[in-house]
T-cell receptor, first 112, second 117 residues
Framework: KNQVEQSPQSLIILEGKNCTLQ??????????LRWYKQDTGRGPVSLTI?????NTKSNGRYTATLDADTKQSSLHITASQLSDSASYIC???????????FGSGTRLSIRP | DSGVTQTPKHLITATGQRVTLRCSPR?????VYWYQQSLDQGLQFLIH???????AKGNILERFSAQQFPDLHSELNLSSLELGDSALYFC????????????????FGPGTRLTVL
């Protein structure tokens, strides 16, 4: 069964600290993996997109890694800011559009 | 602001009714995607149109249908509404028409919140 599992479900950290969010998937064959940031009640915003041949991609303070062999990805946030408080969603696409699987997200809260 | 617009922002209706959600993609984007986000199921892909033609279907119910018009705006029609259809409905757009392309970035609209009473 094609699945995307994210951990932790929720996370609270202090402003300025770093954190890492995890995404494990079983979607096969694999096409690409995306990380999105979603503020409450708003549409998701793309952070990174990676294909199987890429193992790291950065977007400012966000760095995503991908290990296609172990089917794991992580999103590392450096020097967190209050505006980073949001849900972070991992999305894995398979070989066809019907295989677009969303993780349930990690809800990140940054405390001052 | 992603450049994708959706109307209405909120919609409240009764079970059994029919509603139409509208989406205008970013200027220059040929693809429109529809997603449903409910509290218990998270985000789910519904359907994808590229330049007026249906390109792919995801978990879309038979009671739901969509189309993309020559001016590239899209409408999602939901009929025989049930309580479980209450959700946020997002539209996204992209330049290209393939999910396989690693750099076919999708830009999401602000969503339409549908409440079925």
């Amino acid at each position: 069964k094609n699945q995307v599992e994210q951990s932790p479900q929720s996370l609270i950290i202090l402003e300025g600290k770093n954190c890492t969010l995890q995404c494990n998937y079983t979607v096969s064959p694999f096409s690409n993996l995306r990380w999105y940031k979603q503020d409450t009640g708003r549409g998701p915003v793309s952070l990174t997109i990676m294909t199987f041949s890429e193992n790291t991609k950065s977007n400012g303070r966000y760095t995503a890694t991908l290990d296609a062999d172990t089917k794991q990805s992580s999103l590392h946030i450096t020097a967190s800011q209050l505006s980073d408080s949001a849900s972070y969603i991992c999305v894995v696409s398979g070989s066809s559009a019907s295989k677009i699987i969303f993780g349930s997200g990690t809800r990140l809260s940054i405390r001052p | 602001d992603s450049g994708v617009t959706q109307t209405p922002k909120h919609l409240i209706t009764a079970t059994g009714q029919r509603v139409t959600l509208r989406c205008s993609p970013r200027s220059g984007d040929l693809s429109v995607y529809w997603y449903q986000q409910s509290l218990d199921q998270g985000l789910q892909f519904l359907i994808h149109y590229y330049n007026g033609e249906e390109r792919a279907k995801g978990n879309i119910l038979e009671r739901f249908s969509a189309q993309q018009f020559p001016d590239l705006h899209s409408e999602l029609n939901l009929s025989s509404l049930e309580l479980g259809d209450s959700a946020l409905y997002f539209c996204a757009s992209s330049v290209g028409g393939s999910f396989r392309g690693g750099y076919n970035e999708q830009f999401f609209g602000p969503g339409t919140r549908l409440t079925v009473l």
